[in-house]
């Protein structure tokens, strides 16, 4: 099968291109990947977020349908910026987060740089002096995998302190894994974060491994969620949306929580009329 050869992969390449099997390949899946980018258009969109109050309680509505140009952006902004507000639906459910699996390696290295800062060479540098002081399993795993024995070691030391799962948690495996030693854990849950004596950076991580593993094991977090559908005066749909944590599980224990764990609503009901909060005001 033919095919061009773009000016990008002739500056990197030079015009002599080894025609080899194994070279062919890469050579095709480079200019492919070359074509994808050279033929890709950015999809523009305006996102429209509107604030409104209700008895001086504000908070952010989104304009529901996608805007694609700054002329329909405009016009928008143009209604929204006179229209009046009202409440038509209010739909309320209950969610539930689970607690995320024990740590692989890569979960480990990513968590660590976002909440210690520390690059992923320092992360395992860290990591296997802790596992050659005997505190943590092997650290070089790609598996989520717990033994039994462990998990009923980390359940029954959940009961005397929290509310326990009824059934352990398990946590399906990723196709691609070899899942040849368990996750990262502690080995003796006893050692707790705040009585260990290591280095500053070995507590920093030990603390990090100590808390995800019991977690995992912990129930899940309940959130009360509402979602607002407000109509503006021009026929204009926007939607409003909450969430608050009402039974905090296994985030008694871990602070991985998102923005979106506490965002309140003031209390809506259909029909309510709303009040447009001008910007800076």
Known sequence: VGFMVSPFIMEVFGPKLS?????????RLIVDREIEIENFKPDEYWPINVSLAKNKDEFIAKYLNKVTNKIDATNIKSDLDKDTYQITEIVSEQEFKRPFPPFTTSTLQQLAARKLGFPAAKTMKVAQSLY???????????????STEAIQTVRDWIKIKYDLPEKPNFYAAKDQAQDAHEA????DIEKLPNIFFGSDDEK?????????????QMKAATYDTIAATIKSSSGHILKA??????YKGWLSI?????D?????LPELAVGDNLVLVPPGV
């Open 241 to 246: 949306y909450g969430r608050v944590l009402k």
């Open 184 to 187: 990262i854990r502690p080995t």
């Open 132 to 146: 050659e002081s005997g505190i943590v399993t092997y650290i070089r795993t790609d598996s989520i995998r717990s």
């Open 260 to 264: 979106k764990d506490n965002v309140i």
């Open 254 to 258: 871990s602070d991985d929580k998102d």
């Open 19 to 27: 025609a080899g099997r194994v070279q062919s390949v890469a050579l």
């Open 204 to 216: 920093k991580l030990y603390n990090l491994i100590w808390k995800r593993f019991v977690a995992s």
